[in-house]
Nanobody, 122 residues
Framework: QVQLVESGGGLVQAGGSLRLSCAASGRTFSSYTMGWFRQAPGKEREFVGR???????YYSDSVKGRFTISRDNAKNTLYLQMNSLKPEDTAVYYC????????????????WGQGTQVTVSS
């Protein structure tokens, strides 16, 4: 069992930056592929990016070059550094954990956090 708790969301102006964190419980955090998803009002939850247990990353085209995912296995923590934020990045951001190395869909994920709101003003 893995419990995930996101933090770091807030209100930021377009062009600004935020760093989200996701604290995980459990001893097996390092073995999971970790992902970030987001859900804007009236839209389906969408994949943002993932990081494998070995550290390799993959991003959606909409955030590539602006967002960076990292993990600190010693601290059981996942991060999402978001730069050059745009109003269309406004959403609730969720971290998720799964065993698939190619995690990029909701059903690839076994565990979810409760989400943290990110609002980007224009």
């Amino acid at each position: 069992q893995v419990q995930l708790v996101e933090s770091g969301g807030g209100l930021v102006q377009a062009g600004g930056s935020l760093r989200l964190s996701c604290a995980a419980s459990g001893r097996t955090f390092s073995s999971y592929t970790m992902g970030w998803f987001r859900q804007a009002p009236g839209k389906e939850r969408e994949f943002v990016g993932r990081i494998r247990s070995g550290g390799s990353t993959y991003y959606s085209d909409s955030v590539k070059g602006r967002f960076t995912i990292s993990r600190d296995n010693a601290k059981n923590t996942l991060y999402l550094q978001m730069n050059s934020l745009k109003p269309e990045d406004t959403a609730v951001y969720y971290c998720a954990a799964g065993t698939s190395p190619n995690l990029n869909r909701q059903y690839d994920c076994d565990y979810w956090g409760q989400g943290t709101q990110v609002t980007v003003s224009s």
